[in-house]
Each structure stands twice: as structure tokens, then as C-alpha cells.
């Protein structure tokens, strides 16, 4: 196990529902990540946090609404999602972003779809 | 910005054979590290090897070894005496080394995938 847990699991929502999705690292790290996975696409950069504070908003539309309120959380706020935002959303932690070798430790992610 | 191409969208393997996954990647920075991550259908991604650019030896861990040809920004995975557990998902990624010229931040270009199946 990497120390990167995720809940829920498998979420199912309807366009005009509001869900958030859980992130929580066990690894004493800094940084925290959301990455968007979709079907035949690589995985796509979505919110980076160093120390609790958004380094880079990978132009993602406001309908998701990240949060982090100690290093160990991260929450992904989802309302009135589109159908084409189904996929699997990806946590990653890793110790900083102070470069070189710095290895993301993945979460088991959220399978979301999206009626 | 940088870019990475996995050119193979799926491959398959004999139990105990050797298998070559390829990347290439575009990048106009000297600094960097690349990756080779696996995703298993439970869905956990684990890394696999890593390689600083940097550093002319190819990385090894077990079974698995890189191919790194750094003029040709090529990146390959070979997996020798391939196990049905070694059967994924594997992604080439890339990271900034986060000197001049390249981003301070952690973010990872990935590939597109490559699907690996091993038969026994």
C-alpha cells in the first residue's frame, strides 16, 4: 500500500448533485495532487498543493473546487457536473515540489460517473 | 511544454519472456527525471523505475530496466522474466528538474499508456 487512501471508491451523481471527493495521505508529505483520468487519454494534471496553498490550477473549470485544509486532506467539491467529466480521479502525495527525484505516491482513485 | 509519446497502445507477453515498452518523450530541457509508472487493474498506480537524466547508467530494479537514450529522448521499459503479475497498465512519465529554464513545481507529464498483457 502506498499510504494514499481515497473515498469514496465508486460515486455515482447526477449533474445537478453536489459530491466531494476524500484524499488523505499517511506519508508525512507537502505536496498533494488531483489528476483526471479519462479513457484513452493521459492523465491530466487538475490541482497541486504545497503546505495547503494551490500552486497551479491546470485551467480546470470552476464546476470542481479543490480544497485542502492540512497537508494530509484533500477534497475534490464536485457540482453540476457534465457527463464528459466521468472518469477516474487520481490523489497523488509526494514529500514536496522542491524538484529532482521526488517520487508521487498514488491513490487507489474514485471511479466517478456522471448520469 | 513538454510531451510524452507511448506509441504502443497495447502489448502482450509470454510468462518468463522479455518485454521492451517504448516512450519517447520532447523536451527542451537539459534537467529532468522520467518515470515508469504501473497501474494494475485494482487501479493503484506504483512506480516502477526512475531515471535522472543526468546520470548516463540505465536504471535498474529487478527485473525491470530502462533503456535511456538521452539524444534521442527515448525511454524504454524492458521487463525480463515477465510474470502474469507484471500485467497493467504502464505509463512513461516526465518530470521538470526544476532548474533554469524548467518549472519548480512537481508536475508530471504522463503518456498515454500502454496495456500489457502476459499469457501464461
Known amino acids: 500500500e502506498t499510504g494514499v487512501t481515497q473515498t469514496p471508491r465508486h460515486l455515482v451523481m447526477g449533474m445537478t448533485n453536489k459530491k466531494s471527493l476524500k484524499c488523505e495521505q499517511h506519508l508525512g508529505h507537502n505536496a498533494m495532487y488531483w489528476y483526471k483520468q479519462s479513457a484513452k487519454k493521459p492523465l491530466e494534471l487538475m490541482f497541486v498543493y504545497n503546505f495547503k496553498e494551490q500552486t497551479e490550477n491546470n485551467s480546470v473549470p470552476s464546476r470542481f473546487s479543490p480544497e485542502c485544509p492540512n497537508s494530509s486532506h484533500l477534497f475534490l467539491h464536485l457540482h453540476t457536473l457534465q457527463p464528459e467529466d466521468s472518469a477516474l480521479y487520481l490523489c497523488a502525495s509526494s514529500q514536496d515540489l522542491g524538484g529532482g527525484a521526488d517520487t508521487q505516491y498514488f491513490g487507489p482513485g474514485t471511479r466517478l460517473t456522471v448520469l | 511544454a513538454q510531451t510524452v509519446t507511448q506509441s504502443q497502445p497495447e502489448m502482450s507477453v509470454q510468462e518468463a519472456e522479455t518485454v521492451t515498452l517504448s516512450c519517447t518523450y520532447d523536451?527542451?530541457?537539459?534537467?529532468?527525471?522520467l518515470f515508469w509508472y504501473k497501474q494494475p487493474p485494482s487501479r493503484q498506480m506504483i512506480l516502477v523505475i526512475r531515471?535522472?537524466?543526468?546520470?548516463?547508467q540505465n536504471a535498474t530494479e529487478n527485473r525491470f530496466s530502462v533503456n535511456f537514450q538521452k539524444a534521442a529522448k527515448s525511454f524504454s521499459l524492458k521487463i525480463s522474466d515477465s510474470q502474469l503479475g507484471d500485467a497493467a497498465m504502464y505509463f512513461c512519465?516526465?518530470?521538470?528538474?526544476?532548474?533554469?529554464?524548467?518549472?519548480?513545481?512537481?508536475?508530471?507529464?504522463f503518456g498515454q499508456g500502454t496495456i500489457l498483457t502476459v499469457h501464461p
Open positions: 523536451t527542451s530541457e537539459s534537467d529532468y527525471y
Open positions: 512519465a516526465y518530470r521538470s528538474g526544476g532548474g533554469a529554464g524548467g518549472t519548480s513545481y512537481g508536475k508530471l507529464t
Open positions: 531515471q535522472e537524466a543526468y546520470k548516463q
